[in-house]
């Protein structure tokens, strides 16, 4: 599950050791430039990047993310912005929904309303 850089500060304290939620940023900044640690943009957080060229399923109910290969969109993405002479630091294809676990639960749920 990703965390924020608040979160792991947290969890870094917790074992006693002193850090600053500045620190934590610096930190995930490098990982990130290593591509070994990934932003996910539409939770505010950072998770261990698993995959190139991937788009992130996050799920509403339970805050899990699942990566998938998406090359070609993304090879799609790089390609209109060169046509139109966009320039970027960065490509994150987010999508937001529930997975498989949350919505039987939430199907479950449903069945004892009805």
């Not at 505010?44 to 990566?67: F, H, P, V």
């Amino acid at each position: 599950m990703p965390l924020s850089a608040y979160d792991l500060a947290a969890l870094i304290r917790g074992d006693g050791m002193r850090i600053t939620p500045v620190a934590v940023y610096r930190s995930l900044d490098r990982l990130c430039r290593r591509h070994e640690a990934e932003k996910v943009v539409t939770l505010s957080a950072y998770r261990i990047k698993d995959r190139a060229k991937a788009l992130l399923m996050i799920c509403q109910g339970c805050d899990r993310t699942r990566s998938v290969s998406a090359s070609k969109l993304h090879d799609a993405i790089v390609q209109i912005m060169s046509e139109t002479g966009f320039c970027s630091d960065g490509i994150a294809i987010e999508v937001t929904g529930y997975c498989q676990e949350c919505q039987r639960t939430a199907d479950h749920v449903h069945d004892e309303d009805a």
